[in-house]
């Protein structure tokens, strides 16, 4: 039997009838419609020469045709590749080129900037979606008989491409297989005990994990609903949550959500479940929201790479400033940094993962690969934690300095490396301050030579263009000189230290 995602989807479908997505203009999709058009997608992928294992990049806004479009690709055997539409020409030029697409479909309007670009990279085809549906997917789709018959592929074959930020400022491309989809999605339907009978209101963007995989596909094999929103709006959401019986979001969703005053338990009476990823959710607000709303935040652990590790439980105590247990089937210990070797319980130290979740490697970089694996196959996540008596898992620091805001991933180096570039600037160090809308703040702290003429406004229009808005400083502070140890490495602690109350209100 085929392990294809798609046909495993599919086979799990009870009711062709019902609505699998409604959108926020009103436009509803049966699974029937969803089949069907994703079907389509993946004849005209094929009738263009996309063969199994080629990559198909996408740069589009969120709407229910491009939802669609990514069971397409996995149903014609393809390899999806999503990217932030927040990304400039500069980033694509790296991640198209690296990934070597044969399709990229962006916005309409974006095609005559990205359209010779990709051209000039050797990709074969370069089609449109719009936000509403419209554009030259679309249209070239209507012509394709409907009926596709999905590719076989093996459980081990590629499914997707993830990039994810790299330390030294080059992007890494997470290899996610059929079954680490497959099988991470049927876990958590069954742990978070979601039905046919659900409705998930979806404010998520689908170009990373959370929203692309977590969301839509624990919703696809329940056979259940989703409200889908373009973006997320907080008038919105409290309008449309008494339809609702659950919410995936980022921490910033619940602050947001908090300032409200419509917000009460009786709005949110008929929600059995609210899940909060990407980002460290405080427990200051897990504590607000339970005082509100009687519903205490499900918060879980996961990664690019992994998809989903920990979650804390369904009907046990969900501890606030933790992520829960290992979910079934994965292991999760925590390990020195330096030996590697594992550490007591209680004990802080890095953690590791293995599992049937975590993905094959990164895309053409075998030394990277092997050198965040074990040899015993734990994936080192270069995050680190503790485990404690109870057996959750606590999140206490990441290492490789990554910070998270708004749910998005930033690596410090990338930011740095633009900066350091822009004439009278000697170095830079870029940090996350704690923000209370954002989880993190993008922080950067510069040096300049004497008699310089740059200022904040500068060096934020000089970065304006050449990074994604979420990976923009929110401040930028001059000094004489960073902090260093006596190895000369710069302490970010310090600097973190330092500014930790910047964002406070």
Same mark, same amino acid.
């Given at each position: 039997?085929?392990?294809?995602?798609?046909?495993?989807?599919?086979?799990?479908?009870?009711?062709?009838?019902?609505?699998?997505?409604?959108?926020?203009?009103?436009?509803?999709?049966?699974?029937?419609?969803?089949?069907?058009?994703?079907?389509?997608?993946?004849?005209?992928?094929?009738?263009?020469?996309?063969?199994?294992?080629?990559?198909?990049?996408?740069?589009?806004?969120?709407?229910?045709?491009?939802?669609?479009?990514?069971?397409?690709?996995?149903?014609?055997?393809?390899?999806?590749?999503?990217?932030?539409?927040?990304?400039?020409?500069?980033?694509?030029?790296?991640?198209?080129?690296?990934?070597?697409?044969?399709?990229?479909?962006?916005?309409?309007? @974006?095609?005559?900037?990205?359209? =010779?670009? /990709?051209?000039?990279?050797?990709? $074969?085809?370069?089609? #449109?979606? &719009?936000?509403? *549906?419209?554009?030259?997917?679309?249209?070239?789709?209507?012509?394709?008989? @409907?009926?596709?018959?999905?590719? =076989?592929? /093996?459980?081990?074959?590629?499914? $997707?491409?993830?990039? #994810?930020? &790299?330390?030294? *400022?080059?992007?890494?491309?997470?290899?996610?297989?059929?079954?680490?989809?497959?099988?991470?999605?049927?876990?958590?339907?069954?742990?978070?005990?979601?039905?046919?009978?659900?409705?998930?209101?979806?404010?998520?963007?689908?170009?990373?994990?959370?929203?692309?995989?977590?969301?839509?596909?624990?919703?696809?094999?329940?056979?259940?609903?989703?409200?889908?929103?373009?973006?997320?709006?907080?008038?919105?959401?409290?309008?449309?949550?008494?339809?609702?019986?659950?919410?995936?979001?980022?921490?910033?969703?619940?602050?947001?959500?908090?300032?409200?005053?419509?917000?009460?338990?009786?709005?949110?009476?008929?929600?059995?479940?609210?899940?909060?990823?990407?980002?460290?959710?405080?427990?200051?607000?897990?504590?607000?929201?339970?005082?509100?709303?009687?519903?205490?935040?499900?918060?879980?652990?996961?990664?690019?790479?992994?998809?989903?590790?920990?979650?804390?439980?369904?009907?046990?105590?969900?501890?606030?400033?933790?992520?829960?247990?290992?979910?079934?089937?994965?292991?999760?210990?925590?390990?020195?940094?330096?030996?590697?070797?594992?550490?007591?319980?209680?004990?802080?130290?890095?953690?590791?993962?293995?599992?049937?979740?975590?993905?094959?490697?990164?895309?053409?970089?075998?030394?990277?690969?092997?050198?965040?694996?074990?040899?015993?196959?734990?994936?080192?996540?270069?995050?680190?934690?503790?485990?404690?008596?109870?057996?959750?898992?606590?999140?206490?620091?990441?290492?490789?300095?990554?910070?998270?805001?708004?749910?998005?991933?930033?690596?410090?180096?990338?930011?740095?490396?633009?900066?350091?570039?822009?004439?009278?600037?000697?170095?830079?160090?870029?940090?996350?301050?704690?923000?209370?809308?954002?989880?993190?703040?993008?922080?950067?702290?510069?040096?300049?030579?004497?008699?310089?003429?740059?200022?904040?406004?500068?060096?934020?229009?000089?970065?304006?263009?050449?990074?994604?808005?979420?990976?923009?400083?929110?401040?930028?502070?001059?000094?004489?000189?960073?902090?260093?140890?006596?190895?000369?490495?710069?302490?970010?602690?310090?600097?973190?230290?330092?500014?930790?109350?910047?964002?406070?209100?």
């Amino acid at each position: 039997m085929s392990e294809n995602l798609y046909t495993l989807i599919r086979s799990s479908i009870a009711d062709p009838a019902k609505i699998f997505i409604e959108t926020g203009d009103g436009r509803t999709f049966s699974y029937a419609d969803t089949f069907a058009l994703a079907e389509r997608f993946a004849g005209l992928l094929v009738g263009l020469g996309v063969q199994p294992g080629d990559r198909v990049a996408v740069q589009v806004d969120k709407s229910a045709e491009a939802l669609i479009f990514y069971l397409g690709v996995v149903a014609a055997g393809g390899v999806y590749l999503p990217l932030n539409v927040g990304y400039t020409l500069t980033e694509l030029e790296y991640f198209i080129g690296d990934a070597e697409p044969r399709v990229v479909v962006c916005r309409p309007n @974006a095609e005559k900037d990205l359209g =010779p670009l /990709a051209t000039r990279l050797g990709v $074969a085809h370069v089609l #449109t979606l &719009g936000g509403n *549906g419209d554009g030259s997917l679309m249209e070239k789709a209507k012509s394709v008989p @409907a009926g596709f018959a999905a590719v =076989p592929r /093996a459980a081990d074959d590629l499914a $997707a491409i993830l990039y #994810t930020s &790299g330390t030294t *400022g080059r992007s890494k491309g997470a290899m996610l297989t059929h079954h680490n989809l497959y099988s991470n999605a049927a876990t958590l339907k069954d742990y978070w005990r979601f039905t046919r009978d659900d409705v998930l209101l979806h404010a998520l963007p689908i170009f990373h994990t959370h929203g692309l995989f977590v969301a839509s596909n624990v919703t696809l094999l329940a056979g259940a609903s989703m409200i889908f929103l373009s973006k997320f709006d907080g008038d919105e959401v409290m309008k449309l949550l008494p339809r609702a019986t659950s919410m995936m979001g980022v921490p910033t969703f619940y602050v947001r959500l908090l300032q409200s005053p419509a917000l009460t338990k009786e709005s949110v009476k008929h929600i059995r479940l609210f899940v909060s990823g990407s980002a460290p959710l405080l427990a200051d607000t897990h504590k607000e929201w339970e005082a509100r709303t009687g519903h205490r935040i499900l918060e879980r652990y996961g990664m690019t790479e992994t998809n989903m590790n920990t979650s804390n439980p369904y009907d046990a105590e969900r501890v606030a400033g933790t992520v829960g247990f290992p979910l079934p089937g994965v292991s999760v210990r925590i390990t020195d940094p330096e030996t590697g070797k594992p550490l007591a319980q209680g004990e802080i130290g890095m953690i590791e993962v293995k599992g049937p979740n975590v993905f094959k490697g990164y895309w053409r970089m075998p030394e990277k690969t092997a050198a965040e694996f074990r040899a015993d196959g734990f994936f080192i996540t270069g995050d680190l934690g503790k485990i404690d008596d109870r057996g959750y898992v606590h999140i206490v620091g990441r290492g490789k300095d990554l910070i998270i805001t708004g749910g998005y991933n930033v690596y410090p180096k990338e930011v740095e490396t633009e900066i350091d570039a822009m004439p009278g600037v000697i170095e830079s160090a870029v940090i996350g301050v704690d923000h209370p809308d954002f989880g993190e703040g993008v922080t950067a702290v510069v040096v300049a030579s004497k008699g310089h003429a740059l200022d904040e406004a500068g060096v934020l229009k000089a970065l304006d263009g050449r990074l994604a808005k979420f990976k923009l400083p929110k401040r930028v502070f001059f000094v004489d000189d960073l902090p260093r140890n006596t190895m000369g490495k710069v302490q970010k602690n310090l600097l973190r230290d330092q500014y930790k109350t910047l964002y406070k209100k």
